[in-house]
């Protein structure tokens, strides 16, 4: 009974992760027209991670690592949040922000393909049509202008392909090798520290223009630090405490989804038929990947 309670509550945490870095999608493109990329993740990440750091030491949480603990730790954060973000982030040089979603969003096979040799994680039926489901209504949902991967964008193709072989790493790694610390600790850390090569490729390559920044830039960028890299990762990181390392992967698909319900919402973007399709597989998908 206690096992059932601590998987529902997991799957609700799955939820609100991919409620948070769905949010993100709108307010990010929106961002990224007033401040270069790996400036604008790097510092709401380094920023997330001192809010997280902060609110630690309120609720009396220990915010430092044993020794013993530290090369998991920068490993994780490394699998979890630089590759994941900065290896996105450089592959969109050669790709269509809608084909690198696409690659990104591969993520779950990965996860699936590492979870069963090192967790025991057998796809079953079930979680293999889930993830064919998901993975489906992505590809539509992306691909309507239609898709030309030549080898141009190879390179591209490259990064996104090893962003999301390494975030499925790292998903199954935190599942196998906990840190066994709390769960505001392990996300201050993982994000912060993940994110600090990014502001530092950000403060050295790119332009700064922060005296350009507008107030909604502000509010976008603060918006990022506080819920997508802050309370979301914090989500992430005690979900995959609780469910199956493969059922959390394929539930983190609904992000997408959220931020393009988001971009019709509020930036006027087109939902039609073919967003609808994509709605119906990537829920159906997600929904028998959580069944029991």
Partial sequence: MVRESSSRIGLLLVVLTAVGWGSNWPML?????????????????????????????????????????????????????????????????????????????????????????????????????????????????????GLALGLEKAPGMGFLLLAGMLFGLGTVLNKRLPLALPPMTVAAWQVGLGCAPLLLIGLFVEPQPWAQLSGLGWFFLVWMAVVPLGLAYLTWFEALKRVPATVAAIGTMLAPLVGVVGAALFLGEPFGARELLAVILIMGGVALAMRR
């Fill in 29 to 145: 493109k929106i961002l990224l027209g007033e401040l270069p990329p790996m400036m604008a993740r790097g510092t709401a990440g380094v920023a997330a991670g001192f809010m997280l750091a902060g609110l630690a030491l309120a609720w009396r949480q220990p915010i430092a690592v044993p020794r013993v603990k530290w090369p998991r730790l920068v490993l994780s954060s490394a699998l979890n949040v630089t590759a994941w973000m900065g290896f996105a982030t450089i592959g969109l040089v050669w790709l269509h922000a809608s084909e690198a979603a696409i690659l990104a969003y591969t993520a779950p096979i990965w996860t699936a393909i590492f979870a069963w040799p090192v967790l025991g994680e057998r796809p079953g039926w079930r979680r293999a049509a889930a993830l064919v489901m998901a993975l489906f209504g992505v590809g539509i949902l992306f691909g309507g202008g």
